[in-house]
């Protein structure tokens, strides 16, 4: 019995002196909804999905509380001109580390074989214009990029 007393009370103290000596666990606050009437507006761009660069319009409508309501409308661009136009309904929520996730609704017109894709990213200002960039995490795409333009 004296053994496994010693056994015990070695583990112990190997327990307590690796709790002492692990480095403290820094909590950042998870990010929270903020006013996001300040994006509202058009946006125009670019992204890229398995059909190629597409041009993109995207109507942004955000509220006091943070959800946004936007539009997504896609078309052809001079470099891919055989791309469809469509368009879709999203909704999502503006976030305090200026993060903006959007998540398909419905369609509005959808072209044949045509997927909704959620958006991932961040409104940041470039040169003084209000950007929203990011990636689409969908399979067969890649990277967005729209500048306010109202």
Known sequence: MGRKNMLRQALWGLLVLLAACAPTISQTPAPTPVDATSI??????RYVCSQGVT?????LEGTAEGNVVARFDFYAVPENPSVPSGSYLLSGIFFSDSSLHLDPVRWI?????????????????????????????????????VVRKQ
Do not use: N, W
């Open 109 to 145: 017109r959808q072209p044949p074989l045509y997927e909704m894709v959620p958006l991932r990213g961040k409104v940041v200002i470039e040169d003084g214009q209000l950007v929203y960039k990011g990636t689409i995490p969908h399979r067969g795409c890649g990277a967005f990029r």
């Open 55 to 59: 041009g993109l319009t995207l109507t």
């Open 40 to 45: 509202s507006g058009t946006y125009q761009g």
